[in-house]
């Protein structure tokens, strides 16, 4: 028999097998993104099961293969997620879509890895504000990937921006204030207490960010324009997205 790997994961994807099998899609702390197949995970009384559902952290046993691991132990771990929230159950959909289109198969990145299941482990906290999480995860993700917005020049004439209000324009990268931004179509609002909370992202002050009171609007605000930035660079729509507008009551562009 093939020496088993022992590793963490996340599970990202899964798709039905066989007559009751699974084929998954992890995020894995040692070895990246990778597949894998778990054998008879779909019967009634599968000893994996627990450790298989969407959006858990497991400790994996894996056996390699060529195209896909075998599955032969996973163990839940960490905060169980809370699938009856159907807020937290979009955000964590949003965190699983952003790092699927982001990590490519089989390249580590154990820093990355840490990021993401220390959010999602905190979104799956019923104490914890998921929203925030997403957003502040949604931001380091843009920074990992060398994608940040533009926070300081107006993206249509360069002009440096001031502290008021103006709109984010997801397929410039910045955001447009004054003469500039009206002038625009699908443009996203963005008050001057959001591009203030976007610059203490940028500067990386997450305690502060966590310790903030978020108004309804301003949350609004902030996740709309990351999610819509992230959507143009990878150039695709995010499903769970267009929930969580449906939830808050607004319209994401689609970009």
Not at 18 to 25: G, P
Not at 117 to 136: G, I, V
Not at 149 to 177: K, S, T
Request: some cysteine; aromatic content about 4%.
């Amino acid at each position: 028999m093939a020496d088993l790997v022992s590793d963490e994961g996340l599970v990202l994807r899964r798709r039905a097998f066989a007559e009751a099998d699974r084929i998954l899609v992890f995020f894995t702390r040692d070895q990246g993104k990778l597949r894998g197949v778990a054998r008879g995970a779909r019967r009634a009384k599968a000893r994996n099961a627990a450790g298989l559902d969407l959006l858990t952290r497991s400790e994996l046993l894996l056996v390699p293969g060529r195209n896909m691991a075998v599955l032969a132990q996973a163990r839940a771990v960490g905060p169980t997620w809370p699938g009856a929230d159907i807020v937290r159950t979009a955000c964590g959909g949003v965190l699983a879509e952003l790092v699927d289109a982001t990590v490519e198969e089989s390249h580590p990145d154990p820093a990355l890895y840490q990021l993401v299941s220390e959010a999602r482990d905190r979104m799956a906290t019923p104490s914890e504000d998921a929203r925030l999480e997403l957003a502040l995860l949604s931001f380091q993700i843009a920074a990992g990937g060398g994608y940040l917005p533009d926070l300081h020049r107006c993206a249509v004439c360069g002009e440096p921006l001031q502290d008021r209000e103006g709109g984010f324009l997801p397929a410039l990268g910045g955001i447009a204030q004054g003469g500039c931004w009206q002038a625009q179509p699908e443009v996203i609002p963005c008050s001057a207490a959001t591009l203030r909370v976007l610059r203490r992202m940028e500067s990386g002050d997450l305690p502060l960010l966590r310790r903030l009171r978020w108004s309804e609007p301003l949350r609004d605000e902030v996740e709309s324009i990351l999610l819509a930035h992230l959507e143009h660079h990878l150039d695709r729509p995010l499903k769970a997205a267009r929930i969580l507008a449906d939830l808050r009551g607004l319209a994401v562009p689609r970009v």
